[in-house]
């Protein structure tokens, strides 16, 4: 029972008693006290069914059942709560969201009462007035204490919260490790060596695409993921894309880090000649390149590590990944691309609506406490990982940056681990520090664009970064940060 409802009970007794002492004091007839004792039951009764309102609320996020053991404990979570609140009747949707379909659904008032999205999509969003201020509820549930400071920041604005982070990620590069050692990559101890810097990385490839005939390293170059890993090398060049001066938004990626970041691009392809042959790519391409043996590292995700080896049967015990390689900019100038996916809410929910949801959630185990029943969901979700052969054991962001439910979660995890961890332990060191969010303005829009860029420098030997990055920034400015201010 929350402690409101806990306060309204105590409210109404006390009320009850004191009715019953004013009767007793004043001599009232016991025929008129009974009535009055039979009022105040009514009021009582009256107050309940006010609390124990009739609530529909509405999804996303349900697994599917193409993922029968996610789907199963989904299904199982969602009957458990029906159970304990009757009177809420909830509705998963297998809605996801995208841009072509968010806005006719967003304008027509048809979203659900939760929806996910991309920390990308927030600004936009909540601009556009199609996300609750869920700031207060937040600080209700003790949970503004607990989330991660850097997710909160990109979920927040004018000092208002208007999601709640699902899941972070940082970008680290994922290597295969049998790959590493036909290289000769790797110490005395059969250990895979680590690139300290993006041009070791880049002759780390060379030298598996040399040695084992599989090409080294892998880019992608389409669905927005081309630019979208390219802001993440070029920050690392010491690169910015859009800056805020004299009250305007100004696009800048044309400066000279941006141009060698776009250079260091090209080189892969023609200098080091260490890509897929295959260059209109993105990481569905990837996934199935890595899990059959294709392609030896790419810049990628914690939470990608187990697409190869449920797509495509890779041994889990080839994969291992590390942290970012220090670029050009130095140590000081290291930029880690955080991003994630959120849950907002629709602007048409009402405050009891959106607590129905939290109460949801928490049956799900998203709270940053760590009592036995939210241990127990956790042990649950691991368990129906480790029953398909999913990689257990390595940990990335996490919505709650401190507190006992991240201790909880990262002991779990590593206490059932599947795999060697040290494959793993650069990441966990070096991967989740100096944390970057995406650049804040129209950021789909950007990647797009620059996929262009990329594609182009890889496809065409004597394409010029300065001329490419030139054009860009001015087709960006035009069309997009102009129509911002």
């Given at each position: ?8 009970f105590?409210?109404?007794f ?22 009055k004792?039979e009022?105040?039951?009514?009021t ?8 124990e ?10 697994p ?10 989904a299904?199982k979570?969602?009957?458990?709560y029906h ?8 509705e ?6 995208d841009?072509?379909?968010?806005l ?20 936009k ?5 199609y996300?609750a ?8 549930w003790?949970?503004?204490?607990y989330?991660?400071?850097?997710m ?6 004018d000092?208002?919260i ?15 490790t ?8 790797v ?15 880049a ?12 090409p ?14 390219f802001?993440t090398?070029a920050?690392n ?11 305007k ?6 400066s ?5 970041a ?5 080189d892969l392809?023609?200098k080091?000649?260490?890509?897929p042959?295959n ?7 990837f996934f199935?390149?890595?899990?059959t043996g294709?392609v030896?590292?790419a810049?990628?995700?914690?939470d990608?590590l ?16 590390f ?9 000081e100038?290291?930029g880690?691309?955080m991003?994630g ?8 929910a ?5 607590d129905a949801v ?5 049956i799900?185990?998203?709270?940053p ?14 368990q ?7 990689i ?10 401190s507190?006992p ?8 995890l ?18 989740m ?6 650049e ?8 797009k ?13 004597k394409?010029d970064?300065?001329?490419?990055l030139d ?9 997009y940060l102009?129509?911002?201010?």
């Open positions: 029972m929350k402690k409101r409802n806990i306060a309204l105590c409210g109404l006390l009320l009850a008693s004191q009715l019953t002492g004013c009767n007793q004091t004043t001599s009232v007839q016991p025929e008129k006290e009974e009535l004792v009022q105040t039951q009514d009582t009764q009256k107050e309940d069914i006010k609390e309102q009739e609530i529909k609320i509405s999804v996303t996020d349900f599917k059942e193409t993922d029968p053991e996610r789907y199963a404990l299904k979570q969602l009957d458990e159970a304990k609140y009757p009177n809420i009747t909830l998963p949707t297998d809605w996801a969201y841009i072509n379909s968010f006719p659904k967003a304008a027509s008032g048809q979203l659900p009462t939760m929806y996910g999205t991309w920390f990308t999509e927030v600004n969003i909540v601009d556009a007035g996300a201020d869920i700031t207060d509820i937040v600080k209700e003790g949970y503004d204490k989330l991660d400071p850097n909160l920041e990109v979920l927040s604005k000092g208002r208007y999601g709640l982070p699902i899941g972070g990620y940082s970008v680290g590069v994922m290597y295969n049998d790959l590493f050692k036909q290289a000769g990559l110490d005395d101890g059969g250990n895979a060596l680590i690139p300290q810097n993006f041009e070791e990385m002759q780390f490839a060379q030298t598996i695409t040399e040695k084992t005939g599989v080294g390293f892998f880019f992608p170059t389409k669905s927005n993921q081309g630019g979208w890993m802001t090398l920050w060049f010491g690169a910015e894309f859009e800056t805020f001066e004299d009250g938004w100004k696009a800048v990626f044309n000279p880090e941006a141009v060698q776009l250079q260091y691009i090209k392809r023609w080091y000649n260490v890509l042959d260059l209109l790519v993105d990481y569905g391409d199935k390149y890595f899990g294709q030896g590292m810049f990628s995700t914690l990608w187990n697409n190869p080896v449920v797509d495509y049967k890779m041994d889990k015990d080839l994969v291992g990944m942290g970012l390689p220090v670029g050009p900019a130095g140590e100038g290291r880690v691309l991003g996916t959120v849950r907002m809410f629709s602007p048409n009402t405050p009891e609506e959106i939290f109460k949801y959630l928490e799900t185990g998203y709270t406490n760590a009592d036995p029943e939210v241990e127990k969901t956790l042990q649950e979700t691991v129906a990982d480790l029953a398909i052969d999913k257990v054991g390595p940990y990335g962001l996490s919505p709650w940056g507190g439910r991240r201790e909880a979660e990262i002991k779990i590593t206490e059932n681990a599947n795999v060697d961890m040290s494959k793993f332990e650069n990441y966990l060191t070096h991967g520090t100096d944390l970057r969010p995406e804040p303005i129209a950021t789909q829009e950007l990647y664009l620059l996929d262009s860029v990329v594609q182009t420098v890889l496809t065409d030997e394409a970064p300065q001329k490419l054009q860009a920034v001015a087709e960006f400015q035009a069309n102009d129509k911002q201010q």
